[in-house]
């Protein structure tokens, strides 16, 4: 069983940066894909990131590469997201989760999840 508790949302205006955390409970988190995904109002959840256990392989969503930086440190149980030149569009509320089979983009792929975090970017 693995517990997921994000941290890190918040208000910022359009241009900025924020760092999304994500602590997760459970001695076997070093061997969960990590993913991050986001819920704007109205819309479904949306793969965001995405990294292997063994820090190999990472996977973004065309709408955040270059800009968003998903990264994980398992001595500390956490992944992290860090969110560089926020959109308006960026706004979401944004979940972490787990899964032990790989790096999927489909939420249904994922076993565990955290409550979210809200991110607000304003234009």
């Known amino acids: 069983q693995v517990q997921l508790v994000e941290s890190g949302g918040g208000l910022v205006q359009a241009g900025g940066s924020l760092r999304l955390s994500c602590a997760a409970s459970?001695?076997?988190?070093?061997?969960?894909?990590m993913g991050w995904f986001r819920q704007a109002p109205g819309k479904e959840r949306e793969f965001v990131a995405a990294i292997s256990w063994n820090y190999g392989s990472t996977y973004y969503s065309d709408s955040v590469k270059g800009r968003f930086t998903i990264s994980r440190d398992n001595a500390k149980n956490t992944v992290y997201l860090q969110m560089n030149s926020l959109k308006p569009e960026d706004t979401a509320v944004y979940y972490c989760?787990?899964?032990?089979?790989?790096?999927?983009?489909?939420?249904?792929?994922?076993?565990?999840w955290g409550q979210g975090t809200q991110v607000t970017v304003s234009s």
């Open positions: 459970g001695r076997t988190f070093s061997t969960y894909t």
């Open positions: 989760a787990a899964n032990w089979r790989g790096l999927l983009t489909i939420t249904h792929g994922y076993d565990y």
